[in-house]
């Protein structure tokens, strides 16, 4: 049993090593040590989640709220896109509309705004596009930016505070929904420990920690019937970042009519409120030309969109995007539709024949499916949207997520100190391996389960 301790404790100094040497001590562009790293990280991780008897279940979790803090006062290497929130906190901490004018404007004679300078400027690595951050994620960059309105560093550290708590919210729900669904209490090291998840949620400080915090917490209450609680929780995590809208259909199919109408209805209420400080002619603009360009011009770690592409490639001679990019997030919003319809008559019939309504517990895999079919065909996936998927299946008997976590940190070799170019036979490999794990999963791996 000494031993064992002492084993524990060593691996979880040397994780603790490792995070605080990315976080502190290596940029993007340095690939072999980073990926080197990560990939040890990531093995640990591994054994940690199968291996850990229920007894230590408590160590890890503190260990990860370790992990988490000791990054409290780095500065983000893995992602520039802190910038941007601050550059967004300082307008509105100015009174000016984040959505009003391209960053470029406020750097004009005449205009001065407490720190927007070229300093800042020069750290945005989207300067020439409108802000694309919903009104939630807009009061975290102020509240970072109030609490600290003259260093770049404090500001980081107010966001990342949030997201540490945040996260700790997310773990406490992933407790209490594993004990009202019966499953493991071990599963939530799952997304407790998970690598990417520590670096891109409170490392790079991506506002999926409050997603998934508002999305689990709105999961709880529907579990519990608190149908307006639930649409309250929604809201939030919309009003965060848009994605989760593709989970309503599926949401108001489980519901029957009435609740329906109740949490569409507060959901719309909610969101309205939200969006009402920054309510502008404005936010009409500058939001609808960064949608535009997120479906016509945005390209990353895609899947069935690169293949298209290169159709278009072969038969147009030059990139389809434009054209293809917002025919594709159609196709994937009428999917997600049919499948919300055909999973929720699916349920009802399981219900029908048991006699119990079991069908808000098979909810997180249901929503697992529709952020898949999203994400095969979108045309940008960063490492960060995968946190959410993860998080989803913490509550199933599905483990590709895992192993997408892993390897979707590969894109990061794409980096170099003069820009990035991403490596299609790396997008590639991705992509085999993880529909290759899933149809293990799916098929062999469920026939020869003893359940």
Not at 118 to 139: C, G, M, R
Not at 349 to 357: A, Q, V, W
């Amino acid at each position: 049993m000494a031993r064992q301790k002492f084993s524990t404790y060593i691996i979880a100094i040397i994780s603790l090593l490792a995070y605080l040497y990315i976080g502190y001590g290596i940029e993007r562009h340095e690939t072999v040590p980073l990926l080197a790293i990560y990939s040890a990280l990531f093995l640990i991780y591994l054994v940690i989640i199968k291996e850990t008897p229920d007894n230590q279940i408590q160590f890890w979790i503190l260990a990860a709220f370790v992990f988490r803090i000791s990054l409290l006062i780095a500065l983000p290497n893995l992602s520039d896109d802190a910038y941007r929130f601050i550059w967004d906190g300082r307008l509105l901490a100015s009174g000016y509309h984040p959505f009003a004018e391209l960053p470029a404007y406020y750097l004009q004679p005449g205009i001065t705004i407490p720190g927007i300078d070229n300093v800042l400027f020069d750290k945005l690595n989207s300067p020439e596009y409108f802000t694309i951050y919903p009104p939630f994620a807009q009061f975290i960059f102020w509240l970072s930016v109030k609490l600290s309105s003259d260093s770049i560093l404090g500001s980081i550290m107010v966001m990342r505070s949030l997201v540490i708590a945040a996260e700790v919210g997310s773990l406490v729900i992933i407790r209490s929904l594993l004990m009202k669904f019966k499953l493991p209490k071990k599963n939530v090291l799952i997304y407790a420990l998970n690598p990417l998840v520590i670096l891109e949620l409170t490392g790079n400080l991506h506002a999926e920690a409050f997603v998934v915090f508002f999305l689990l917490l709105s999961i709880l209450f529907i579990i519990d019937k608190k149908v307006i609680k639930a649409a309250l929780s929604f809201s939030i995590a919309v009003c965060t970042k848009l994605l989760p809208l593709i989970f309503i259909p599926l949401l108001t199919l489980r519901f029957g009519w009435k609740k329906s109408f109740q949490f569409c209805t507060v959901l719309a209420l909610c969101c309205v409120l939200l969006f009402l400080p920054l309510w502008d002619k404005e936010i009409i603009t500058g939001f609808s030309q960064s949608l535009g360009l997120y479906f016509k011009k945005f390209e990353f770690n895609a899947s069935l969109y690169y293949l298209v592409r290169e159709y278009g490639f072969w038969y147009k001679g030059y990139n389809i995007i434009q054209s293809t990019g917002w025919k594709l997030g159609l196709v994937a919003g009428i999917v997600i539709v049919l499948f919300a319809f055909a999973s929720s008559m699916v349920e009802r019939s399981r219900c029908i024949k048991s006699g119990i309504d079991s069908s808000m517990f098979t909810l997180p895999l249901a929503l697992m499916w529709s952020l898949c079919i999203y994400f095969l065909f979108t045309t940008t996936l960063h490492p960060w949207y995968i946190t959410t998927l993860l998080a989803l299946s913490v509550f199933t008997q599905l483990r590709f997520p895992i192993a997408w976590t892993g390897l979707i940190f590969l894109t990061y070799v794409g980096y170099t100190q003069n820009g990035f170019f991403e490596d299609l036979w790396i997008t590639l490999a991705e992509y085999l391996f993880i529909f290759g794990y899933l149809g293990y999963e799916l098929l062999w791996k469920r026939e020869h389960s003893p359940a």
